[in-house]
Nanobody, 125 residues
Framework: QVQLVESGGGLVQAGGSLKLSCAAS????????AGWFRQALGKEREFVAA????????AYLDSAKGRFIISRDNAKKMLYLQMNNLKPEDTAVYFC???????WGRGRDSDYPYWGQGTQVTVSS
């Protein structure tokens, strides 16, 4: 079955950087677009970034543009999210997700049937 395992979260000061990783297994990774979502305490889960099967297409939350970079290594079955210039409002649990949907870049979590367990990112001011 599809398994997604995130890592790389932690505590960082505002202005710092973190790189999240997501290890995929149980399916043909290169055939599935993938994305990152986040959920802050008391808030709904929101889209952060998504990437096409071959990595040639990406989509971002407006507030992530210019700060976050999504990438993938299909040979290693890994998904990444490089986060720079982090802000306290980026504090959340970050989830990686996978889909077969052609609407992968629309930013709706309902388009993603496969999810990891999440990794906590905390940005202090």
């Amino acid at each position: 079955q599809v398994q997604l395992v995130e890592s790389g979260g932690g505590l960082v000061q505002a202005g710092g950087s973190l790189k999240l990783s997501c290890a995929a297994s149980g399916y043909i990774f290169r055939n599935y677009p993938a994305g990152w979502f986040r959920q802050a305490l008391g808030k709904e889960r929101e889209f952060v970034a998504a990437i096409s099967r071959d990595g040639g297409g990406t989509a971002y939350l407006d507030s992530a543009k210019g700060r976050f970079i999504i990438s993938r290594d299909n040979a290693k079955k890994m998904l990444y999210l490089q986060m720079n210039n982090l802000k306290p409002e980026d504090t959340a649990v970050y989830f990686c997700a996978a889909t077969t949907s052609v609407a992968w870049g629309r930013g709706r979590d309902s388009d993603y049937p496969y999810w990891g367990q999440g990794t906590q990112v905390t940005v202090s001011s």
